[in-house]
């Protein structure tokens, strides 16, 4: 789905630092494959603090994913405009969308 929307797959960015060294420790290089492991984890546990005791995975795993969510809906509804990058703490940095033109 995120192909078929433009949205980058790409590997996870240096501002989730704890997405980032879990995505490097498990062997996944992009950001939707990270993300996936911490929900099947979450959701399929075999140890029970598995992604509990990492601090920050939770938080940043959730707001990668709300990113994902709300780019997939704003390309379904057509809107080609400018949004605010949520994953990234600070000063917030408006940007176009992937598949604006």
Avoid at 51 to 79: C, F, M, P
């Amino acid at each position: 789905m995120l192909k078929e929307a433009k949205i980058p797959i790409s590997p996870i960015p240096a501002h989730l630092p704890a997405l980032k060294a879990f995505a490097k420790k498990e062997g996944h290089g992009y950001a939707p494959k990270a993300v996936a492991e911490v929900r099947h984890r979450l959701t399929h546990p075999k140890v029970l603090d598995d992604v509990y005791d990492r601090d920050g995975l939770l938080t940043e795993a959730w707001l990668l994913t709300v990113r994902y969510l709300e780019l997939l809906i704003l390309h379904w509804v057509g809107y080609t405009g400018r949004i605010v990058d949520r994953t990234k703490r600070g000063w917030p940095q408006v940007d176009a969308v992937p598949w604006a033109p």
